[in-house]
């Protein structure tokens, strides 16, 4: 019973710890010639665009749920390019994997399948990797998808300019899992065993 108890307690240990985990603290995203910043706070969902000498007030904001994205700030502190977390569920494949906003809204926005061809599986059956890299260069901004598929955007409209091909991740790339990803299989391991264990010793407990 001892035993039962002790994998209870760290299946739920491991399930509160993850759930109450404290949020980071806020980024500040700044623009390449550092004049604009963009401060990105997990606290909420509104993120704000500031000159970056005077932070009292906001030029602009937008609402969104951020966790795990990248984010490119324009010069002129008018244009945001978020690109989105590296994996998606298949049902999203037509959700936009690339987007960019000004203060009116998303300006222009590109699909999951729409730069990465051929997604890398993952541990989970519904989900694919996609992304690899992305960078400013001058006025335009590279996303690397895994496999190989380069997209070139420019960065005042948010049109894709040019796509084209370059060396695919490497392979061990795709079988890293986030700390949120460890956590969940801990925990859910940890109840599996609990309820296994609490099954057998309520078998063993019952007359012949």
Sequence with gaps: ????????????????????????????IYSPNNQYVLRL?????????????DREKPLWSFRIDQWGHNFHVADDGTIVAEVRDSYYYMADKAEAGVLFRDRTGIIAEHSYESLCAQPRATGYENARQWHYQDYREG????????????????FATGKLVEQGRTEPAPESYGSRCSTAELA???????????????GLRLRRGRPA
Excluded at 2 to 27: K, Y
Excluded at 41 to 53: C, I, L, M, P, S
Excluded at 184 to 198: I, P
């Design 1 to 28: 019973m001892r035993v039962t108890c002790l994998l209870l307690v760290l299946a739920l240990g491991a399930a509160a710890l993850q759930a109450n985990a404290p949020p980071p603290e806020d980024d500040w």
């Design 184 to 198: 969940f299989g801990a925990g859910a391991a940890l109840t599996v065993l609990a309820l296994l264990a609490l």
């Design 139 to 154: 006025k335009f901004l590279h996303v690397r998808a895994v496999d190989g598929t380069l997209s070139r955007f420019d």
């Design 41 to 53: 706070t997990f606290r909420g969902n509104e993120q704000n665009v500031y000159k970056a000498d």
